[in-house]
């Protein structure tokens, strides 16, 4: 599938990284290409941990456009496999990386339904535009160091944005039977561990 759209070859080879790469480039493309979504989640946590009701409220309207990306993401790798640039034999592969299909990436589809998720709320825009500039440089990264075309990541964009508008319209749905009961857990859930601190403090 990749080969059928020459333009999607071209870009891989402009973005791909050189014979001769310069090492701290790699080291970075490298660190984007795998630890991006670790740092995301990370915030993500941060911010549910120490965050407001309503920036929780955003979290999860995220964790919605989350899912319904990687649902698309299972369902595209299920009925269709699209081989990586290391088993066409093109590019310089710089990251060892299973056999398994390429489109669309996981990794892309992750940073950008999340971070667009964020993006169609009020409390969190400003984490949702760090997390999909993350997804930009993720994307870049991916294709440098030579396991995605650059196909794969704007099927991911593509998915993420959909995803993003698909939760935001259901959001309001959800607050009954997710969002409230999700707040009075995470409500008691605090509250344990601050008593339990307050407790061993004064002990």
């Known amino acids: 599938m990749e080969t059928y759209f020459p333009m999607n ?6 973005i791909n990284a050189s014979e001769t790469p310069i090492a701290l480039t790699v080291v970075i493309a490298k660190g984007f290409a795998i630890l991006s979504p670790w740092v995301a989640m990370s915030l993500a946590t941060f911010y549910w941990l120490f965050g407001t009701s309503g920036q929780r409220r955003s979290l ?10 990687l649902a698309a993401n299972f369902l595209f790798a299920t009925l269709t496999y699209a081989p990586r640039p290391f088993e066409l034999g093109v590019g310089q592969i710089l990251l060892i990386h299973a056999a398994e299909t390429s489109f669309p990436s996981d990794h892309a589809t992750f940073l950008w339904a999340l971070g667009f ?8 825009r400003v984490l949702g535009i760090v997390i999909s500039m993350l997804g930009l440089a993720t994307a870049w990264a991916r294709i440098y160091v030579g396991v995605h075309f650059p196909l794969d990541m704007a099927a991911s964009f593509l998915i993420s944005v959909l995803s993003a508008v698909l939760a935001r319209a259901l959001a309001g749905k959800f607050d009954s039977f997710l969002f409230q009961p999700l707040e009075q857990i995470n409500s008691h859930i605090v509250w344990v561990i601050r008593h339990s601190f307050t407790k061993n403090r004064d002990e």
């Open 9 to 14: 070859m071209t870009l891989f080879h402009f």
């Open 60 to 69: 999860m309207i995220a964790g919605i456009s989350l899912s319904s990306g």
């Open 117 to 124: 998720g964020l993006l169609v709320t009020r409390q969190l």
